[in-house]
């Protein structure tokens, strides 16, 4: 029992091993610019929440939205969880309600919205389907309100909106290769792992079945007739050839 204990003990050391270079691996997935401003990582996609709570009074047209991005692009928008964690996220940024211009705009040539990195709009969440009739094509913009999630149709240059959401991808060159030696650690832990578990099963077996699994083993000679048995047996013989 002492040595199941003792092998228990090991087992849930290279386990833990594991883990650790698993988790190292994984966590040298990605990265978001280093430009001195606060990315927020999410799926493979980093964000940054332009005005803190400080500015959250102030306000700003579609294309003073841009520039304050400084070469990214304006947030977009692909999927329910994205437009959740926007949501979510916008409280720990500014108090209150907020409504953030999405990097979308009105596609003459299609008659629809467009993202401006040229993807379709495929996930959507209108607060109102029909456009605004006093909007011309040219004048529609998009903003997101943090309080519902819903977007809404609104002008391009007459209103301004407060909140402002930078997006990028998680850069590619920041993406450190898992290095030699992490990749050896995981596979020699796993062979460890199943090494102490078959060791571990034998141990259980064998104080289970005491020492059944041995005694199946154990060697047994042939039958052979002892010699008092065959003096017994010419005897025998003997007295029955006796007319």
């Known amino acids: 029992m002492e040595s199941l204990k003792k092998s228990h003990s090991s087992l849930s050391l290279i386990c833990g091993a594991f883990v650790l270079c698993v988790q190292l691996q994984l966590s040298l997935t990605g990265d ?3 430009d001195g401003r ?9 964000y ?4 803190g709570e400080e500015d959250k009074i102030k306000s700003y047209t579609f294309e003073r939205a841009k520039t304050l991005c400084q070469g990214f692009e304006l947030l ?3 999927s329910t969880e994205e437009n959740s964690f926007v949501v979510k996220y916008s409280p720990e940024v500014w108090k209150g309600n907020v409504n953030v211009w999405l990097g979308m705009y009105y596609d003459t040539n299609s008659d629809n919205m ?4 040229e993807k379709p709009v495929g996930f959507s969440n209108w607060e109102d389907a029909p456009l605004p009739p006093d909007l011309v094509p040219l004048d529609i913009c998009v903003a ?4 519902t999630g819903k977007w809404e149709n609104v002008s391009c240059l007459q209103k301004a909106e407060n909140g402002v959401v930078c997006e990028t991808n998680q850069t590619e060159e920041a993406k450190p290769k898992p290095s030699a030696l992490l990749s050896a650690l995981v596979i020699l832990s796993v062979v460890a792992i199943m090494g102490v578990s078959a060791v571990i099963w034998f141990l259980h077996q064998k104080h289970n079945l005491g020492s059944s699994i041995l005694t199946a083993f154990e060697y047994h000679p042939p039958f052979r007739v002892l010699d008092t048995d065959r003096s017994c047996l010419v005897e025998a013989e003997e007295t029955d050839s006796v007319p």
Do not use: D
């Open 38 to 46: 606060m990315w927020v990582p999410f799926e493979n996609r980093c």
């Open 76 to 78: 977009t928008v692909e």
């Open 114 to 117: 467009r993202w401006f990195n």
């Open 48 to 51: 940054h929440f332009v005005h």
């Open 32 to 34: 978001c610019p280093a």
């Open 144 to 147: 997101l309100h943090t309080s």
